[in-house]
């Protein structure tokens, strides 16, 4: 039997990188829908449906998840994955970088839960995964924005796994913290920067998305059925 099988999921940044393959896991692992949104269209492929989102549109959110509802009944699994990084160092980030980094990767993540959260409720059963950073553990230098999200989003995972069972639902909400990952974007970076990480890596290499994909599936499943406000570091030892 398949991890996945049966299972409705919303993967929010689905189109590229690690929530690509979180999908295709997903799918691979026997999932009945994988909805893949995200501000880009992603690949088609079986049981997969793709949906422009913007996760700060709270009314275009409302109208997804009555969508959602409508066709598929339910939701199993939500992955807040969609994420952005706008970098400087505190003195020089402007008011806008921090605004537009808090909507999307803190308040983003509020805004789908809060719209999904209910299908899940009328269930009593569910499994939310919230991809941090290992940044939001350790901090980074020129990252105060994205660190204080991904931080943040810690905290709202811890309170949601208390708030989200106190009725007796079987809700669970954890934490995905990856270091540096092998994506796309990480090939335009020079390897004169990407050495430095490695070297402090005492695994001695990147992360890849199958390896953050893996850890999100095992989330996702029924295997982590007693996993509930726990954060699992994905960094390969690595601590900034």
């Known amino acids: 039997m398949n991890r996945m099988d049966g299972k409705v999921a919303i993967v929010t940044?689905?189109?590229?990188?690690?929530?690509?393959?979180i999908v295709d896991t997903f799918v691979a692992e026997g999932a009945k829908a994988v909805i893949s949104a995200d501000m880009a269209m992603g690949?088609?492929?079986?049981?997969?449906?793709?949906?422009?989102?913007?996760?700060?549109?709270?009314?275009?959110?409302?109208k997804f998840?009555?969508?959602i509802k409508i066709?598929?009944?339910h939701v199993d699994v939500l992955v807040n994955n969609a994420g952005i990084t706008k970098d400087a160092l505190v003195q020089k980030m402007q008011e806008?970088?921090?605004d537009i980094v808090v909507d999307v990767n803190l308040k983003g993540v509020f805004n789908l839960t809060q719209a999904v959260v209910p299908m899940m409720l009328e269930m009593g059963k569910g499994s939310i995964i919230n991809i941090s950073s290992v940044v939001g553990v350790y901090g980074n230098i020129g990252q105060t924005n994205y660190a204080a999200t991904k931080a943040g989003v810690i905290g709202m995972s811890h309170t949601w796994s208390k708030e989200f069972t106190r009725k007796g639902a079987a809700i669970r909400t954890n934490v995905i913290a990856p270091g540096y990952v092998a994506t796309e974007m990480m090939e335009t970076?020079?390897?004169k920067v990407l050495e430095p990480i490695r070297q402090k890596t005492p695994l001695g290499r990147l992360g890849t998305?199958?390896?953050?994909a893996n850890a999100v599936l095992f989330l996702a499943s029924d295997e982590s059925s007693f996993v509930n406000g726990h954060v699992l570091e994905v960094t390969g030892g690595l601590r900034l």
């Open 13 to 21: 940044g689905g189109a590229r990188g690690i929530g690509r393959q």
């Open 43 to 62: 690949k088609d492929g079986p049981n997969i449906k793709n949906v422009i989102l913007n996760v700060t549109d709270r009314d275009a959110i409302a």
């Open 65 to 67: 998840v009555e969508e």
């Open 71 to 73: 066709e598929f009944g």
């Open 96 to 98: 806008s970088e921090w």
């Open 189 to 191: 970076v020079p390897d």
């Open 209 to 212: 998305p199958q390896e953050i």
